[in-house]
């Protein structure tokens, strides 16, 4: 449903409503998709068409000269529409439209000062108006007055509202429900028509009427001066993307369902004889837009002769209302909305009317829905009839109140129930009724079934932010995670391969890790196995040199084993990935990005200038690189780790749907310095998502070594203090 923030309040007089309401319309139970300024227009002033002129340097331009309040301007247009005597709207230099600002400029010799404004470019969809979408707006003089301001005047200082409302609640989308609920959330006064819904007629109706498949089919009759609708009506329509067809009796069925939420029917009544019913019908009719459709078993309203409707879903041509059409018949019907939605589904054409009636409304809506159009049919001048077969409004269902099972849903102790009193006095000013032992719904509520519902209520006027959020102690279940890694090496490209634990001692002077002591056997088989490794790289580097004697040139090997005692590792060895490769591989593996990689060249055996520690939570944990050329072949990248998988609980966070922010820090630093360091002073002073080297400048002995760090805005605004001071 599409509202006007501005016809909104004048329903509650004594408040200023402004784009704060969504909040009070979302505790309501309604949801706000969007709230949006209507229009972006400044400055814009009325005037008044004194004078058109052909401008001779140009086949297309019209000279317009114009009384604005306080001066005379001219203003050319290509427009054809333009009339001596109108008024119209115009953008006179100094206006604003968005970032547009109107000045003066020459046009074919002649200076225009300003432009005329459309109705687009007020903020209006022209699609929906009966005006020349490529004309100018032309005003009688009853209409406007050169002191008005157009802002005001059109009501374009609004803001459009569009909400989804209860799918069970079919009146929530009317004017009439949501702003006595509004009412009722800011205790104010709630403003309604005086509808005399039994007298204010000005003759009495002949109409016979037999409702036969309707739950209910009421008719007012009206005598209409003008059929034309006013401007005011037109563009009221047009905000709420509703079709305005210039036609008063149609333009007034569609302000109906919009206020009331009652869909109604505007037939022709010099076209219609007999007796009018609703019947269940199959076979042709000519619906409006002079289309003929074959339809089966749907409901329609019909006369003596003919089909004059189909209920609630269209109206047919044989009935229908045009400019000339002066005594007007207004039909407001309940009918099977299963039927309805049959009906619709049939001719292929769905409209609020057949949207709203396939929806459960009652007899109160309908009552609600006449009453109104007999009111404002009234209200405009038109004389009106009586109340042909008024709704007979049934009283509301009623639910026996149980306060225990209120004190239980709201978590309060049955003495201080009485919290709710203000919320029951409000409930009260929307139709509720309470004693000790019943609460009695409105008459409008058909979703009202049991007391749970009742309850419903108290919440949403009670608001649910007022309610203490109490966590439940929950104790999660305990899972055992299966963990297949080899698996998940093999799906990185690495074969598995098995080697002896046990080497000679002559091969045995790999030790990354710094064992103080070999584990040397007391007894061994043979010379080849007499210790154990200390490294798991000198046996895959063994491997390696077998399978290439074998001509198998390409090499992705990976083996868990034993090192030293009882320790255990991963050994990685490729000659197919390169060094950055086989990092991220490790990354994945032990699947986190806190790993740190320093240079290694602390050990004779290891390549010192492509070899690098690494580093866990400051834990040395194995070490990637190649080794010295002296001890093995540097075909291979080799890596050697132990694992760090700790069985972890996993904890949930609040979900932070803000986008992420960044900031470049630079530092100068020696040419031989590690940029950790400096990665290790941005982590104590925050976390990050992701930190990255961007650019590496080098200037004599010194170097400036750019990092971008990537986070959430609290955390960058942590380590902008820190480093931007």
């Not at 009495?204 to 309707?214: D, F, I, M, N, T």
């Not at 109104?372 to 042909?388: C, P, T």
Request: net charge neutral.
């Amino acid at each position: 449903m599409i509202i006007s923030l501005r016809e909104l309040n004048k329903y509650l007089p004594n408040i200023k409503l402004d784009t704060t309401v969504e909040k009070a319309i979302n505790n309501l139970g309604y949801e706000v998709e969007y709230i949006t300024k209507f229009s972006d227009v400044s400055g814009a002033q009325f005037g008044k068409i004194i004078d058109v002129q052909k401008n001779v340097n140009s086949k297309n331009l019209s000279i317009v000269s114009l009384q604005l309040k306080d001066k005379i301007i001219t203003i050319q247009t290509t427009a054809k529409n333009a009339k001596k005597g109108y008024f119209t709207v115009v953008f006179v230099e100094g206006s604003k439209k968005g970032d547009l600002t109107f000045s003066k400029k020459e046009i074919a010799g002649v200076v225009s000062e300003g432009m005329f404004a459309g109705y687009s470019e007020l903020g209006f969809d022209s699609s929906l108006l009966p005006f020349d979408p490529e004309g100018i707006i032309l005003l009688d003089k009853q209409d406007v007055s050169l002191e008005k301001d157009p802002i005001e005047a059109f009501e374009l200082d609004d803001y459009i509202i569009d909400i989804t409302t209860p799918a069970n609640r079919p009146e929530t989308n009317s004017y009439y429900i949501l702003a006595m609920e509004l009412a009722a959330y800011y205790k104010t006064d709630f403003k309604w028509y005086n509808l005399k819904p039994k007298d204010g007629y000005n003759f009495r109706s002949k109409l016979r009427v037999s409702k036969q498949e309707a739950n209910e089919l009421t008719f007012v009759e009206a005598k209409v001066n003008n059929s034309k609708t006013s401007l005011s009506d037109i563009l009221f329509l047009a905000k709420h993307k509703i079709s305005a067809k210039g036609i008063y009796p149609v333009d007034l069925t569609n302000i109906t369902i919009l206020v009331t939420g009652m869909p109604a029917h505007a037939y022709d009544k010099d076209k219609i004889s007999g007796t009018i019913s609703c019947v269940n019908y199959t076979g042709k009719v000519n619906i409006l837009g002079n289309k003929d459709v074959e339809v089966k078993d749907v409901l329609a309203i019909t006369d003596a002769k003919k089909v004059i409707s189909l209920a609630s879903v269209m109206g047919c041509e044989e009935s229908s209302i045009d400019e000339k059409s002066s005594n007007i018949i207004f039909e407001v019907g309940v009918f099977n909305s299963k039927k309805i939605r049959e009906a619709a589904r049939q001719i292929k054409i769905e409209s609020n009317s057949s949207t709203q009636g396939g929806k459960s409304l009652n007899s109160q809506i309908a009552y609600t829905g006449i009453s109104f159009l007999k009111y404002r049919a009234s209200l405009d001048g038109n004389l009106v009839s009586q109340i042909v077969n008024i709704p007979k409004v049934k009283k509301g269902r009623s639910v026996i109140q149980s306060r225990r099972k209120l004190a239980i849903y709201s978590n309060h102790e049955f003495k201080d129930l009485d919290e709710f009193d203000d919320v029951e006095k409000t409930l009260k000013k929307i139709g509720f009724s309470m004693d000790k032992n019943r609460v009695i719904a409105p008459s409008y509520r058909n979703d009202i079934e049991n007391y749970e519902d009742v309850i419903e209520e108290y919440f949403r006027f009670y608001g649910y932010d007022n309610f203490k959020p109490i966590a439940p102690f929950l104790k999660p279940y305990e899972v055992n995670r299966l963990s297949d890694k080899k698996g998940h090496l093999q799906s990185m490209g690495y074969n598995e391969i098995r080697t002896f634990t046990l080497i000679s001692n002559q091969l045995n002077i790999l030790n990354p890790f710094n064992f103080e002591e070999n584990v040397q056997l007391m007894t061994f088989v043979s010379k080849e196995r007499e210790v154990i490794r200390n490294s798991i790289i000198t046996s895959m580097l063994e491997s390696a040199d077998y399978n290439i004697k074998r001509k198998i040139n390409n090499l992705s090997l990976f083996e868990y084993g034993m090192i030293n005692y009882n320790n255990f590792v991963y050994g990685l060895l490729s000659n197919q990935k390169d060094f950055f490769e086989m990092k991220q591989d490790i990354c994945n593996f032990l699947k986190t990005d806190k790993l740190e990689f320093l240079p290694f060249k602390d050990n004779e055996n290891i390549h010192p200038n492509v070899s690098a520690k690494i580093y866990h939570n400051n834990n040395f944990i194995g070490w990637i690189g190649k080794v010295n050329p002296k001890i093995g072949s540097t075909e291979f990248w080799v890596a050697e780790f132990k694992d760090i998988y700790k069985p972890s609980q996993i904890t949930f966070n609040e979900y932070n749907s803000d986008p992420l922010k960044n900031i470049d820090l630079t530092f100068e630093l020696n040419s031989h310095d590690n940029i950790n360091s400096k990665i290790k002073e941005i982590e104590q002073v925050s976390d990050s998502f992701f930190v990255q080297q961007i650019d590496d400048y080098k200037h004599g002995n010194k170097r400036n070594v750019t990092l971008r760090i990537t986070g959430t805005s609290e955390q960058i605004e942590k380590i902008n203090n820190k480093f931007n001071k």
